[in-house]
């Protein structure tokens, strides 16, 4: 029996005006003829999912490794759960849904094997060489590593996707990446999908890093009881279905989380953009704040949230020992490329010849780091066998 119309009705699909629209994108860096049959932004999601740099994230760790168990969270369910969110808001914000899929879909695609431990351990091997940074990857890969068209190097995607896909960058970075860093240069911010899928991000880890942890047994729900935004949602699922089973009873908690905190972010991103009144992205790039935002009390809350998973999750002994091991690995691998960049395949040792040449050490690590960065979980575990145990098959 019906209960009514929702809360929020579908929005129009006409976009705001100071949504991204395909007709008023910066374009790509090399020019290409219009597509048929689907927008700018479009082209930039499908050329993303049929990526080799997607497809990796299928084996690359979230959290805890990939063979550790099957429905654990990787980098690719992450982004998919992250677009997810992002369009969800996007719909109901009239703002451009292909566009912040987009970016959702291409944030963690420089992304290392082994989560954020393998990024410490190659930021730590690059230190003299320029430093690594999954961010600044993530664009690497799409601007220049993916080999599929034959007029240009990498997917060539619209100025509104890479600035998108670059969420930070220090200015002496920034300077090199032309109009895409220019942003950290004049201090001015990124379109609103681009804050979205910023946010978007931020509340998926957060929610499944929750799943993932109570079913590693890291945690417990009484544990996380200690944190507020849990605490509600705990006693509500537990009033209304006292008899449910844990595990059901975990999907509803957090689905009712993420609910909570999406319905806000929307409430609070409609009255920011009321409040500013943009007439346009450009309007949004001026303003001196992000328009897309959790309210303060959810923020705060949210906040609690990541420390909580910090603390008992990601320093818990069991995933300590697993980023030990994962930058051990990623260390030897490096230097024993770096020593000899024979040990690459054919393709990646030509690269790193052909960067010597123009740019010494700096650009033969530069390309042992790509080949790094690039592999899978397991990859990684492969190579390493192969290097160092005399009784692997090379």
Do not use: W
């Not at 997607?54 to 979230?62: E, H, I, P, V």
Request: aromatic share 6%; net charge neutral; with cysteine.
């Amino acid at each position: 029996m019906s209960k009514g119309p929702p809360e929020f009705p579908a929005p129009s699909l006409e976009l705001s005006p100071y949504a991204a629209h395909d007709a008023r994108s910066r374009g790509r860096r090399y020019a290409e003829p219009p597509p048929q049959f689907r927008g700018e932004f479009q082209r930039d999601r499908d050329r993303i999912i049929h990526s080799n740099a997607f497809r990796r994230l299928a084996y690359k760790t979230q959290v805890f490794v990939n063979h550790e168990g099957d429905l654990y969270r990787t980098r690719v369910t992450h982004s998919i759960e992250v677009a997810q969110i992002a369009r969800s808001i996007a719909l109901a914000l009239r703002l451009n849904e292909a566009l912040v899929e987009a970016i959702s879909l291409a944030h963690d695609l420089g992304h290392t094997p082994f989560g954020h431990a393998g990024q410490d351990a190659l930021n730590a091997c690059m230190r003299e060489y320029g430093g690594f940074e999954h961010n600044l990857q993530s664009l690497r890969v799409v601007d220049e590593l993916e080999e599929r068209y034959p007029d240009f190097q990498g997917l060539n995607l619209t100025f509104e996707c890479r600035e998108g896909i670059l969420k930070h960058c220090a200015l002496p970075k920034a300077r090199e990446l032309g109009d895409v860093g220019q942003r950290f240069i004049d201090r001015t911010r990124s379109g609103l999908e681009a804050q979205l899928a910023n946010l978007a991000d931020e509340i998926a880890y957060n929610n499944h890093d929750v799943d993932d942890g109570l079913r590693a047994g890291l945690i417990t729900l009484d544990d996380l009881c200690e944190v507020r935004l849990v605490r509600r949602h705990f006693d509500a699922v537990r009033g209304v279905y006292p008899q449910l089973p844990v595990r059901r009873a975990v999907h509803e908690i957090i689905r009712r989380m993420i609910n909570e905190v999406v319905v806000d972010v929307i409430r609070t991103s409609e009255a920011l953009l009321r409040e500013a009144a943009p007439a346009s992205s450009d309007a949004v790039r001026a303003h001196d704040s992000a328009l897309i935002a959790m309210s303060e009390e959810i923020a705060t809350q949210h906040l609690e949230l990541k420390r909580f998973l910090r603390e008992r999750v990601y320093r818990h002994h069991r995933v300590l020992r697993m980023t030990s091991k994962a930058k051990r690995v990623l260390e030897a691998l490096f230097t024993a490329f770096m020593d000899d960049a024979r040990l690459m395949p054919e393709e990646h040792y030509a690269a790193a010849q052909r960067a010597e040449a123009t740019d010494g050490p700096r650009g033969r690590a530069r390309t042992v780091a790509d080949y790094v960065a690039g592999m899978t979980d397991r990859y990684a575990i492969l190579e390493h066998r192969r290097l160092f145990d005399p009784a692997e098959r090379t």
